[in-house]
């Protein structure tokens, strides 16, 4: 997922981060609202992680204007330990879930999982052919024998997954498994998908390449 973390403390944005690039998440990084509210308005992102308590543009307000656009975007806020009148104030705003400071990583990452899950209704396995992805355990494997692949790679893997028989663009691809500043181009992601296409081959499943346009994984044939 590509996740937007909105949190003005430096020292928890970090461990933020950190913990949820080690999931294999793109995370972004603002500091105020209103870069998270030019950010949400201009990019897209799976979910958000948003502090209510932040300098230009409270939370709140951020959480507003984003279901004012109407916004479907799953949101975690995070609130001080006593903020009960803006946690209540927020979930009334259409956040989905909260955390109250302070909070150990671990919770973090399994409400980001819970959030995760709400966001789509199908099951966290996703089959092709010989091919599964356990997209909770984050394995991938080729008729139950487990493919090494990258976190990068794996991120592409469910993508394309998720929209199997369908073209998925370049550009979808960067959105959605790179991080800003990042000097990840479309280049890049070409050969990430040589990669994952050479892993991939034995098992009969076919990444094709839509010149121009971007990569579209095959349907199965059969059997
Ligand atoms: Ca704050």
Known sequence: MRIL???DDATLADGLMHSLRHSGHAVDWVKTGAEADGALASSEFD??????????????E???????????????ILTAM?????RVRGLDLGADDYLAKPFVLAELEARVR???????S??????HGALSYDTEGKVASIRGEVIGLSARELALLKILLQRAGR???KEHLVDHVCEWGEEV???????????LRKKLERGGVKIVTIRGLGYCLERPRPN
């Not at 199908?122 to 089959?127: A, E, G, I, M, R």
């Open 47 to 60: 979910l958000l992680i948003l502090d209510l308590g932040l300098p230009k543009m409270g939370g709140l």
């Open 5 to 7: 973390v909105a949190e």
């Open 114 to 120: 819970a959030l995760a899950r709400r966001g789509r």
């Open 82 to 86: 006593d903020g009960i009148e803006d």
């Open 185 to 195: 181009s479309a280049n890049a992601i070409e050969v990430y998908i040589h990669r």
């Open 167 to 169: 073209m998925v663009s």
């Open 122 to 127: 199908d099951s966290p396995v996703l089959c």
């Open 62 to 76: 951020v959480l507003r204007r984003l279901r004012a656009r109407q916004s479907q975007l799953p949101v975690l």
